[in-house]
């Protein structure tokens, strides 16, 4: 990103004074078509700041850096699917123990048996 928005374009053949300070060298040919070329500016405000290669730094940066936030809420969400499956599954088994059901298949038993047996 520092070579997008702190410097001019490496195709614009500015001369280096310091890290904030280039010449033009007007011996050497520019491109042509790099518009950055004329947006370049010594001023410390402004620098690059408007330069397409700056941008494009920029965006690559926010786009890194919204995929590693992206992984991390995959992550988060299926720990928590495991958690509430666990959750599910811990409540179930608490209600069958709770009603004195056996383990295993849930029989339905008669709370008052009927008088006549077959």
Partial sequence: MQSGCCKPPTSCAYNYVNETFWTANPGV??????????????????LCFQCDSCKAGVLAGIKKSWRKVAILN?????????????????????????????????????????????
């Fill in 29 to 46: 040919p520019t491109v042509v078509n790099d518009v950055d070329c004329s947006k370049w500016s010594n001023d410390q405000q402004t």
């Fill in 74 to 118: 995959i992550v988060v969400l299926i720990i928590l699917v495991i958690v509430y499956v666990a959750g599910c599954a811990a409540f179930r088994n608490a209600r069958r123990i709770e009603n004195d059901e056996p383990f295993g298949m849930a029989r339905m038993t008669k709370t008052q048996p009927s008088r006549f047996q077959f």
